[in-house]
């Protein structure tokens, strides 16, 4: 239940943050213009009317307006650029690491005991 909570609560964030609440807002507008305009017309003359742009309710202008004021306040870094496709696509140039050759010096490396004895096959017991 809580996951379902925090999925819906996120997915409503997004919608809302990307002005899709405005089109839900104009879908809830043309069903209400419709059903009234439904009760005095046949359907079909109905359903004309109400996609009329000549014939935009106050609900309709509202939201046309809204949404022309959230467009017009985005700051002008939301708007897409080409420059940020190419850093998006741009690969970056490899990183080569290489041993150290001081870490390791020869001198050392040939100091070391060598193993004279051969390994025990079963481990000892104590």
């Known amino acids: 239940m809580r ?11 997004w919608v809302c943050a990307n002005g899709a609440i405005w ?3 104009q879908l809830l507008v043309w069903g209400k213009m419709f059903s009234d305009n439904a009760r005095v017309m046949p359907v079909a ?3 004309r ?7 935009a309710c106050e609900l309709c202008a509202g939201v046309a307006d809204a949404k022309e004021t959230a467009r017009q306040q985005l700051p002008q870094a939301v708007e897409r650029s080409a ?4 850093l998006a696509l741009h690969t ?6 290489e041993p150290d050759p001081a870490a390791w ?8 005991p060598v193993r004279t004895e051969s390994v025990p096959v079963p481990p ?3």
């Open 3 to 13: 996951k379902k909570f925090a999925s819906l609560a996120l997915l409503f964030a």
């Open 23 to 25: 089109d839900a807002a």
């Open 83 to 86: 420059e940020k496709l190419l």
């Open 92 to 97: 970056p140039a490899p990183i080569l690491l």
């Open 49 to 55: 009317a109400t996609f009329d742009p000549a014939k």
């Open 45 to 47: 003359a109905a359903l």
């Open 124 to 126: 000892p017991r104590v």
């Open 105 to 112: 010096p020869a001198a050392l490396a040939s100091a070391a």
